[in-house]
């Protein structure tokens, strides 16, 4: 096999050293633009895993490295001059350049041939003549580029601008400095890779660089300027800079990472911002498993396809947690508030990646010290501690997400209706939410929704509401009010979710005249009159949910119904008074937030679900979801329930865990308005995480308390809770501790005799 390798940075002479390794016959040849001593960073950071891959693909190549790594430990993180230090983090760094000769060496050693200062010939002429093309040229790869058809790239631009520069000594811990200047903030990354040098980023939002005036600073002068802002940092010692240059990061995804027989490698098929220090990392880990695809499978293409298989998920989950790092930092400035404690834990948390628990398990006098400015009592996880919205105290920061049953007949909530809330409020949650629950017959989604505009519906909710307030005492129970507008008239979700009945449907209204999808029926706009009807029903609804027991209500202003038709610029097309800018969308599910207020007990909270992004172009953005909730706060809202999209059948959510928070937690920051976070939120130490991060008040989970009814009364008992924020019923108290599964009580071995 005669392989060909465009780049010489560490992913692709990695690659070849690898390939000719396991197969000394193999002709490879590096292509390097640039000279063998060119970089243009400074430090590498690798993690014991990848280390570890190193270590048992090349042992030659991992003592190079071991020899020459920096380790530390910790992370310091300065805010507003106060320092906080979280240690256990365990790190590996070196120069750029130095790891670039020890793969210099180990290819000339194995015979690569290593061509510097040379323009690889074009791709195609490269498979021409080669078995193997791999594309390793970076995130401006023109490999990438001459098969743009086929890889289908997209590279997205983000808003901060940063520098890459060195400090000569050692800084003694991974260090953040935020400096808040007459400009905007601006935010250094710092670590050490060597005895006497430091790796140094600086970084800031486009219009705080402009506006601090180093679009017009050449090289030099930057430098110096950045070593002014952080000298506290830096010890009043100078910067360096190679070749440095002021850049914006680029996102970059690829539909494919092989056509033929060209393959895309590290940042050429994809890569992870800086923050989270995975781009070598990345690139050399595709290394490996393209070297041990191309030995375990028969041909070429079986190998390739499982390259791409193998890693495209590991590379997803990162640039996922890349990306949440990136935007944390891009939006700095929002939590310059918290208490610096709280400040460095959300920092440190930030990608999702390190979690409340994993850094308690590394620093725990750390993450105690915030758990105690947060307010948590001693030995409390910060889920378990209450929340007070207006007159109701929750006794835990758990609540079981609005789930449709699709169980109930003429609207009537049954048996099925009763053990299933009474479940959820038996298992420990702080508040347990009803599905939709319909304002009138019209307004269902399915014939099996439930309803609050009859006699017969409100008692079957009382009966529910009184379960669970005498047999789960300390557990709230809200309704959530809602009208199913344009997506009514749909079948049970298990016989075709968002399809239209083939018979006993009824009329469908909306803010305009638009079907959720080609095959939904076309509903009619409504009237001035129209209007006055349903925001009547909605009153109805709620003083007969008043009368229930319901100790909070929600309106359901999400998820495309009829009140999110009406805040969605691509479901309201309206030219009167309810349509046109957002100001106005918003007009009717004011009036009809005004109304429920009205005859909603004064005590009693209310809370606004909404939709913070429909995830399609020309729809409500992040922006429009900050106006929105600050709309809803300004008239009474005690929290704002923050799901996303289901507005329009062609939206496109970028889904992944938690992925529906970070807009929560831009609610909670920006409108000071308490905030329930939703989305693929699964664990115990997620709902800590978030809580004590300060990017939610609230955790809605809908699908792990159907997996598991007692979902928080078991992550109690994981965590080994026993106080007063989560109660075991007392007929359950003998299930409080996990049943042994197996016997224990073999006698152990005393002995070992060697042969």
Same mark, same amino acid.
């Given at each position: ?20 390794? #396991? ?54 993180? /300065? ?10 983090? +365990?790190?590996?760094?070196l120069g750029r350049r130095r790891l670039l000769e020890i793969l210099h060496e180990r290819c000339r050693s194995l015979g690569v041939e290593l061509r510097f200062r040379t323009e690889a010939p074009p791709p195609a002429e490269l498979m021409t003549a080669?078995?193997?093309? *791999? ?37 003694? @811990? ?109 690139? /050399? ?8 695809? #191309? ?37 700095? +400035? ?106 009138? @017959? ?21 009966? *529910? ?35 239209? #009945? ?30 006055? !009807? ?41 030219? !009167? ?14 009036? /009809? ?16 679900? *909404? ?38 059948? !062609? ?21 000071? /308005? ?16 978030? *809580? ?64």
């Amino acid at each position: 096999m005669r392989v060909a390798v465009v780049g010489g940075g560490p992913g692709g002479l990695y690659a070849a050293a690898l390939l000719k390794r #396991l197969d000394p016959a193999r002709e490879i040849t590096v292509w390097e633009r640039n000279a063998p001593d060119d970089t243009f960073g400074f430090g590498v950071v690798l993690s014991d895993e990848t280390l570890g891959g190193i270590e048992h693909a090349d042992p030659v190549v991992y003592a190079a490295l071991r020899d020459e790594f920096v380790r530390w430990d910790d992370i310091d993180i /300065v805010h507003r001059g106060v320092r906080h230090r979280s240690g256990g983090h +365990g790190f590996a760094a070196l120069g750029r350049r130095r790891l670039l000769e020890i793969l210099h060496e180990r290819c000339r050693s194995l015979g690569v041939e290593l061509r510097f200062r040379t323009e690889a010939p074009p791709p195609a002429e490269l498979m021409t003549a080669y078995d193997l093309v *791999i594309a390793a040229d970076g995130v401006h790869s023109a490999a990438r580029e001459a098969y743009a058809d086929v890889f289908r790239p997209s590279v997205e631009e983000h808003r901060c601008r940063y520098i890459w520069l060195a400090a000569d000594f050692a800084l003694d @811990a991974f260090r953040f400095e935020i400096a808040e200047t007459e400009h905007g903030v601006m935010q250094l990354h710092g670590y050490p890779y060597a005895a006497d040098a430091s790796t140094v980023i600086v970084e800031m939002r486009e219009e705080v660089w402009r506006a601090a005036g180093f679009a017009d600073l050449d090289e030099q002068e930057s430098v110096e300027r950045c070593g002014k802002i952080f000298a506290d940092a830096l010890g009043g010692r100078s910067l360096r800079s190679n070749k440095s240059a002021w850049v914006t990061f680029r996102t970059v995804v690829n539909d494919r990472w092989s056509h033929d027989r060209l393959v895309l490698l590290g940042d050429a098929a994809h890569t992870a911002h800086f923050s989270i220090g995975s781009g070598t990392k990345l690139a /050399v880990e595709d290394a490996l498993a393209l070297a041990a695809c #191309l030995e375990e499978r028969p041909t070429l293409g079986e190998a390739l396809a499982a390259y791409e298989e193998e890693r495209r998920p590991v590379v997803a989950s990162t640039q996922r947690a890349a990306r949440a790092s990136l935007e944390w930092f891009e939006n700095l +400035g929002r939590y310059l508030g918290q208490p610096a404690r709280q400040f460095a834990f959300n920092l440190l948390t930030r990608s999702r990646r390190v979690t409340h628990d994993n850094l308690r398990l590394r620093d725990a006098h750390f993450t105690a010290a915030v758990e105690r400015e947060f307010g948590c009592p001693q030995g409390t996880p910060p889920m378990f501690t209450p929340l007070r919205l207006r007159g109701l105290t929750l006794r835990n920061r758990v609540v079981v997400s609005p789930m449709d049953m699709y169980a109930a007949v003429d609207g009537v909530p049954g048996d099925f209706h009763l053990v299933h809330l009474g479940a959820r409020a038996l298992g420990g949650a702080g508040l347990v939410m009803t599905e939709m629950v319909c304002v009138s @017959a019209e307004g269902r989604i399915t014939p099996g929704c439930t309803g609050l505009y009859t006699y017969q519906q409100a008692e079957s909710w009382r009966r *529910i509401a009184h379960f669970v307030h005498t047999q789960a005492p300390g557990t709230a129970i809200g309704v959530q009010l809602g009208h199913s507008g344009r997506k009514g008239a749909t079948k049970l979700m298990w016989e075709g979710i968002d399809e239209p #009945l083939e018979e006993g449907d009824w009329p469908l209204v909306a803010a305009s005249p638009v079907p959720y999808g080609p095959r939904n029926q076309t509903p009619r706009e409504l009237a001035r009159v129209q209007l006055t !009807d349903i925001r009547e029903q909605f009153a109805a609804a709620a003083w007969r949910a008043a009368r229930c027991g319901f100790d909070l209500l929600e309106l359901h202003c999400a998820h495309g119904y009829l009140l999110s038709g009406f805040l969605s610029p691509l479901t309201n097309r309206r030219t !009167d008074a309810y349509g046109g800018s957002l100001e106005r969308r918003l007009r009717f599910p004011l009036e /009809v937030f005004d109304a429920v207020r009205a005859v909603w007990p004064e005590e009693r909270p209310m809370t606004v679900r *909404i939709s913070a992004t429909d995830w399609a172009d020309g729809g409500n953005t992040g922006d429009d979801a900050v106006a929105i909730a600050r709309a809803f706060a300004a008239h009474g809202a005690d929290a704002v329930d923050v799901s996303t999209g289901q507005v329009v059948a !062609d939206e496109h959510p970028d889904y992944g865990r938690s992925y529906q928070t970070p807009y929560a937690d831009r609610i909670r920051h920006e409108t000071g /308005v308490p905030v329930i976070a939703v989305g693929a939120i699964s664990s115990w130490d997620d709902v800590n995480s978030l *809580i004590l991060a300060g990017r939610t008040d609230l955790c809605a989970l809908g699908r792990p308390h159907l997996y598991d009814p007692h979902w928080t009364l078991h992550a109690a008992a994981e965590q080994g809770y026993e106080g007063p924020g989560v109660a075991w019923p007392k007929p359950y108290r003998a299930g409080s501790r996990p049943p042994r599964t197996g016997r224990t009580d073999a006698p152990k071995p005393r002995l070992s005799l060697g042969t």
